[in-house]
C-alpha cells in the first residue's frame, strides 16, 4: 500500500539527493540497484529527517562526451519514485557520464512538477536538501534580488528555485564558489533583517556539464548529512571479490545525502561548512564561510 502525502504538507522537510560524475554509468545502477538506492532511500531515509520522501522525483542528465556547457535534458514527477513506472523506465535506459537525482519531501510549497529538482538553466543543474528558514518573511525580497533577465524563468514556489536564480544572479556562470557564498551570503543578510536566526540549512548540488561542486553549510552549523565516495580503485582494493564494481569506472564518483551500502570506508562524510569539488582529477575540498 503506497502510503499517504498528506501529513507532510506545510512543514520544512527534508529530501535525499545524489549527484554521479565519470565514465558513462546506467542510472540504475545508483537510483535503483544499490542496497541503499535513491529510490530505496524515497521510502526509508535512516539518516534524513523525515524517513519518507514521497512528494517528487528528478533526473537531469548530460549525454555522453558531456564537457562544460552541454545541455542536460530533465524529467521530473510528482509521484512517488517507488510508485511511478516511468522512473524505472528511465533509468534503466539512461547511460551518462554525468547526472543528478532527486526524491522529495515537500514542505509549505505545493506537490508540483515545476516544484521538482533537479532545476534547470542553460547548461546548468541545481539541486538542494534542505530549507530556508520562514521562507514565506524572506520570498519576496529574495525573489527581488534575481536579475530581471531570470524572473521569467522562475516556475515553481520552492526556496529551492529562488536559491538557484539568486546564484545565478551572482554570478554562477563565472565563478561557481563566489556565487554559492554570495548567495547564502545574501539569504543570511535578509533573514536576519527579518529576525530570523537561522535562515539557511541544507546541502546543495550544481553542476556545468563537466564538474560539481557540492555544498555542506548552516547556518546553526548542523547541516544535512553529506558524503561522497572513495575512488574506485581503492574500494576495489578494499572489496576485491565485490562482482558489483564491474559496473563502475576507473573515474566514478558519487556525492549522496547518505551512503547507497553499509561497506567500511565506501563513503566519507563531507565536513560541515565544505564545499566538495568533483572534476576529472577527482575531488578536492575548499572551506566554506559566510560574511553575513
Known amino acids: 500500500m503506497t502510503p499517504r502525502r498528506g501529513p507532510w504538507r506545510g512543514r520544512a522537510l527534508m529530501c535525499r539527493w545524489l549527484a554521479y560524475s565519470g565514465e558513462p554509468l546506467r542510472a540504475s545502477a545508483v537510483i535503483l540497484d544499490a542496497k541503499h538506492s535513491l529510490v530505496a532511500q524515497s521510502l526509508d531515509s535512516p539518516l534524513g529527517a523525515e524517513t519518507v520522501n514521497g512528494d517528487g522525483f528528478g533526473i537531469g542528465w548530460y549525454p555522453k562526451g558531456a564537457v562544460a556547457g552541454s545541455i542536460p535534458t530533465v524529467f521530473h514527477s510528482v509521484e512517488p519514485a517507488w510508485n511511478d513506472e516511468n522512473v524505472r523506465e528511465l533509468a534503466r535506459s539512461i547511460e551518462s557520464p554525468l547526472f543528478f537525482s532527486h526524491v522529495r519531501a515537500a514542505g509549505g510549497p505545493p506537490i508540483q512538477r515545476t516544484n521538482c529538482h533537479p532545476f534547470r538553466w542553460e547548461n ?12 514565506a518573511k524572506v520570498k519576496r525580497d529574495l525573489t527581488f534580488a534575481v536579475d530581471p ?30 556565487a554559492l557564498t554570495a548567495m547564502v551570503d545574501h539569504i543570511e543578510r535578509v533573514g536576519r533583517e527579518k529576525g530570523i536566526l537561522f535562515p539557511m540549512q541544507g546541502t546543495i548540488a550544481v553542476a556545468d556539464g563537466a564538474t560539481i561542486w557540492a555544498l555542506r553549510y548552516s547556518s546553526q552549523g548542523r547541516s544535512r548529512t553529506l558524503f561522497h565516495s572513495v575512488d574506485i580503485p581503492t574500494i576495489r582494493e578494499m572489496y576485491p571479490e565485490a562482482e558489483r564494481l564491474s559496473q563502475f569506472g576507473e573515474h566514478a564518483h558519487v556525492v549522496v545525502s547518505e551512503p547507497l551500502n553499509d561497506l567500511p570506508g565506501v563513503f566519507v562524510e563531507v565536513p560541515e561548512g565544505t ?18
Not at 154 to 168: N, P, Q, R, W
Open 124 to 135: 546548468w543543474l541545481f539541486m538542494h536538501n534542505g530549507f530556508l528558514g520562514e521562507f
Open 149 to 178: 533577465s531570470l524572473y521569467t524563468h522562475l516556475k515553481g514556489t520552492t526556496d529551492s528555485e529562488v536559491m538557484f536564480h539568486l546564484a545565478i544572479t551572482f554570478g554562477l556562470v563565472d565563478d561557481p564558489v563566489k
Open 275 to 292: 564545499i566538495a569539488i568533483l572534476d576529472k582529477e577527482g575531488y578536492h575540498h575548499e572551506p566554506f564561510r559566510s560574511a553575513a
